[in-house]
Structures are given as C-alpha cells and as structure tokens.
C-alpha cells in the first residue's frame, strides 16, 4: 500500500523528533551541527594524492571479496587514510569530499569482515554484499573529473590553480603535515561529529 504525500510528510515529522529526542538524552545538540568547510582545496588534493595506497587496498580487498573469501585487515596500520578521509569531509570542495565518502564506506566494510572474522562469523558475512559495498567505495574514491571541478572552482575563487601548491605539499612532508595539523583544528572531533 502506498503512501500519500501528506502521510509520508506526517512520518518524516515523526521521525525527525524521534531522532531529536534520542540526541537529547544522549546529551547532543537538537540537531547535528552543519559540516564545516575548511579544508582549503590544495590540501584536498595532496590527501587524495595520499589516499592512493589505500584505494589500492581496497581494490585488493574487492578482488578477495569477488573470490568469496576474507581477510583480516590490520586498522591500525591504516589510521592516516582514516585521517585524510575525515579532513576531506570538510574540504570546500564537493567532489574532494566524496572521497571521504569512499573512504568511510572501506573503512566500515573492513570492520564488518574483521567482526565477523574475530567473532567467528565468516559463514554470516555476506562476500556479496561487501564486494558491491566496496565497489561504491572505490568509485567514490576515483572521480577524476569532479576534482577538476573543484580545481577550477578553486581557481574561481583565487585566480591561483591549486596544483602548484598541492604539488608543494606532496613534496615537503613537513609542510604537508603541518596544514594536516592546522586544519585538524578546524574539523569537529569524533566526539563532537556525533
């Protein structure tokens, strides 16, 4: 049975209080807080650079998924791409925080499989699921021509294109590290992004 417009109106309402209730005895604001855009696009740029070595992680996993087998993923190891993904979610450029997006979703997918694989439940994790799940993710992770927009949105903005600078970046590790230290002073932290 379908639902009216004027239904799913009411549902939605009662839902978005549901939700408000629920942060309030949580002790969080009524409503989340808006995501910050701070993260300057060359910055953006030298991370997605950065973030290659993991998006090539997660096309082996895909290839391991595609087999219907899985693998323990040492996280520890991979908690910088973990960073560039939560610095690119408040980049000022749109397609720059897709990738985030991918980001995020391997991250979640390869803590699912490491769950299932430390609570001994590999005969539940669907291999399926994961793979298409993590096919998403990489896509997320290789829109070449939405950075371009954002480059020249960028450009827009400042009359400068940005690859200069992100090429500054890459090749002095200090000043990379840096500008990831000042803009994750401007990002909420995990406890406030709740």
Known sequence: MALTNEELRIDIAQLTERVRAIRIEQGLSVDPLPRPRVVDIPLSLALIDRLQPF????????????QGQTARIDTSRLEKYAEYGRLLSCSRGTFSAFHSWGVQGAFSIIERMNSAIDNGEVADFDTN???????YAIG????????CNDS??????????????KERLLSDPDALQAAID???TLIPTKEEDD
């Open 55 to 66: 998006r090539a992680i997660a096309v082996k996993l895909a290839s391991i998924l595609a």
């Open 129 to 135: 699921d994961a793979m298409r799940r993590i096919h």
């Open 140 to 147: 997320y992770m290789t829109r070449e021509s939405g950075i």
């Open 152 to 165: 020249h949105g960028y450009y827009t903005e400042t009359g400068v294109w940005p690859r200069a600078e």
């Open 182 to 184: 000042e803009a994750m």
